[in-house]
């Protein structure tokens, strides 16, 4: 069974920077489709940004010109690198995992998700 654990988050000024991580386990990380969701109190969870297998990038509009996701592979990890944070950027971040089965469906698995405080 996949397991997602974050890390990274906490209380940041505005105009600050933080970095969250992600650490995968119980699956095969490098073949599956990694990404940041996150989730704002009485909004609905929005893809932040993904990574696929092969390391193609995908952003979502908040997350284009400040973010940056990557992964190591050798660590299982997956990286969300926030630069000129705002405060509409509160919210609860979520590693997901996704990946395909032979039937084209597919599956996904959730971290709890690590909280991100941006406020003065």
């Known amino acids: 069974q996949v397991q997602l654990v974050e890390s990274g988050g906490g209380l940041v000024q505005p105009g600050g920077s933080l970095r969250l991580s992600c650490v995968a386990s119980g699956g095969i990380f490098s073949i599956a489709t990694m990404g940041w969701y996150r989730q704002a109190p009485g909004k609905e969870r929005e893809l932040v940004a993904d990574?696929?297998?092969?390391?193609?990038?995908n952003y979502g509009d908040p997350a284009k010109g400040r973010f940056t996701i990557s992964r190591d592979n050798a660590k299982n990890t997956l990286y969300l690198q926030m630069n000129s944070l705002k405060s509409e950027d509160t919210a609860v971040y979520y590693c997901n995992w996704a990946q395909w089965n032979y039937n084209g469906e597919r599956m996904d698995y959730w971290g709890k998700g690590t909280l991100v405080t941006v406020s003065s």
């Open positions: 990574i696929s297998n092969r390391g193609r990038t």
